[in-house]
């Protein structure tokens, strides 16, 4: 609650202060009344005006610091010089003394401090012998003002730095999560580049083999068909390779497809299985490439979040919209859970790898903790 509270009260900062200036002013006028000190001066209208333009003015004070604390010293000196209670309105200018620390150069803070000092010991000496014990009550007030000030003063440009610091933080999380987004893009444009290449390459030869076997027969419209067939995949073939092929650093090998997956799931060190429901069926190979890369991805993770002597899941089910994939571990470590949870950008790329695979055929994935413990990732491959 009391978090709470200063939370609304920083986020409405100009109305703590109307509050305050006005409860300091009906403070000002009524407790006269209920402890008059004799020989005080009983206040009239004279003395409510005083004790209005000693406290009112703290309205403004983050705005004219300097301005309100002069002001505020000023109308107090001279209400305790009217004879007026000396033990009132003498808040007013010591919380304007605050404001000039915190909000202006430190260099104000000595003056300031000296001007509510001579306030403070003018209001408490108006008997001659108590000008020593006003003085130094008055030196210990405003002393412990200054160093109370001074510290929100630095508390207040430490946490100004620190939000700095966590938006500078913000932003780089977010370019390296954009980084990541864009070398998944590269990898998988030159996995794609591979699978193409190969099938392309076979239309080529077929149409190649056509043509020639074509040729004794005379059929010359058959055979420019077949050789514009050749042409059209030849020229295809090289378009890809010019333009994909700047995304390319080295030759790559193979690529494994779904069927990569059992062996996978064997030589991970965890204790982990392989369960496939559902009548298996042919899968394309850029889309066995992208359940593989997904399972990995995603036993990867477990092996660096889930902690020792944790277990995992593979699930294939073969389903009539698409390849539904599920891999599942019960996570060990509550700690590791906890890391998991966090954003893709501050634990890691792999669910960003995993969600660009999926979406590259138009399909969706999820991933979050368990309820207990553990972590789940799903993913929905479509056929078409």
Sequence with gaps: ???????????????????VALGLTVASWILPLIEP????????ALGLGFSAL???????????????????????????????????????PLLALYSVVVHRSPWAALPGGALVLIEWTH???????????????????????????????????????LADLTERLRIEQEATAARAVVEERV???????????????????????????LLDADLHEVDG??????????AALAELRLVVGMLR??????????????????????????????????????????????????????????????????????????????????GAGRAAVRTRTSPPETAGHGLVNISERAAMFGGTSHAAPLERSGFQVDAILPWT
């Design 1 to 19: 609650m009391p978090a709470r509270l200063v939370v609304l009260a920083r986020r409405h900062a100009q109305l703590v202060d109307v509050v």
């Design 37 to 44: 000190q004799p020989p005080d001066r009983l206040p009239d």
């Design 54 to 92: 000693v406290n009112l003015p703290l309205i403004w004070r983050r705005r004219m610091p300097v301005t309100v604390l002069l002001v505020s010293c000023a109308a107090a000196m001279a209400y305790h010089e009217l004879g007026y209670h000396y033990g009132q309105n003498n808040m007013g």
């Design 123 to 161: 209001a408490n000496s108006w008997l001659p012998a108590a000008f020593w014990s006003a003085l130094i009550n008055a030196t210990f007030v405003v002393g412990w003002m200054l160093i109370f000030a001074s510290g929100m003063r630095l508390l207040a440009k430490r946490n100004q730095q």
């Design 187 to 213: 990898r998988i444009a030159r996995e794609v580049h591979d699978v193409v290449a190969h099938h392309v390459s076979a239309m080529v030869i077929q149409a190649d083999g056509a043509a020639a076997a």
């Design 225 to 234: 068909a077949i050789g514009a067939i050749g042409r059209a995949g030849r």
């Design 249 to 330: 650093e080295a030759p790559t090998a193979p690529q494994p497809g779904i069927e990569a997956i059992g062996p996978l799931v064997e030589r991970t060190p965890l204790q982990a299985r392989l369960r496939i429901d559902g009548p298996a069926r042919q899968v394309t190979p850029a889309l066995g490439l992208a359940a593989y890369r997904i399972v990995q991805e995603a036993l990867t993770n477990t092996i660096k979040h889930a902690g020792k002597g944790a277990t995992a899941e593979v699930t294939l089910r073969y389903a009539t919209d698409g390849l539904h994939i599920r891999i599942r571990d019960d």
